[in-house]
Structures are given as C-alpha cells and as structure tokens.
C-alpha cells in the first residue's frame, strides 16, 4: 500500500511538471483547477501517475474529479488493487 503523503507529494511533483511551475504541496480540499491545471492538464496528471505506480484508471473513472482528495483516493484504490 503506497503511503497517502507520498501519493500526494507526487501529485504535487507532476502536477508542477504539466503547469510548468512550482505548485506548493496543495491541501486535499485544494480544487486541481486552482492550481492552473485545465482538463487537458488534469489528463496529463492522470497518465504519468498511471506509468509511475504501474495502474490504470478507467475514463469513465475520472468524471467528476475536481479536488486533489478525489484524485488521490482513486490513484489510491487503484495501486491498492494491484498489490
């Protein structure tokens, strides 16, 4: 099981990787479009968290995600199924 900080520092990693720009380590309430990340970005995020904890997520999956927390507890699920 991938620890919850860990998930989130590499949100914040990758998510400062697509918006080319440091994005402080944002609270889980934090909406991704505040941080300047628009839905072609939020793609972006979702693919490199896929190749770096080796999972898939289903599209149909992401409708609806808005907030950090939202991402992360699905990123979350999803490593938990693989190990």
Do not use: C
Not at 39 to 44: A, H, I, K, P, T
């Amino acid at each position: 099981m991938i620890a919850r900080d860990e998930l989130l520092n590499t949100f914040r990693r990758i998510a400062s990787e697509v918006a080319e720009k440091e994005i402080p380590l944002p609270t889980e309430t934090t909406p991704i479009s505040d941080l300047g990340i628009d839905s072609l970005g939020m793609l972006e995020i979702v693919g490199s968290m896929e190749r770096e904890f080796q999972i898939q997520i289903p599209d149909d999956q992401l409708v609806g995600i808005s907030t950090v927390a939202q991402l992360v507890d699905l990123v979350q699920k999803r490593t938990d199924k693989v190990a």
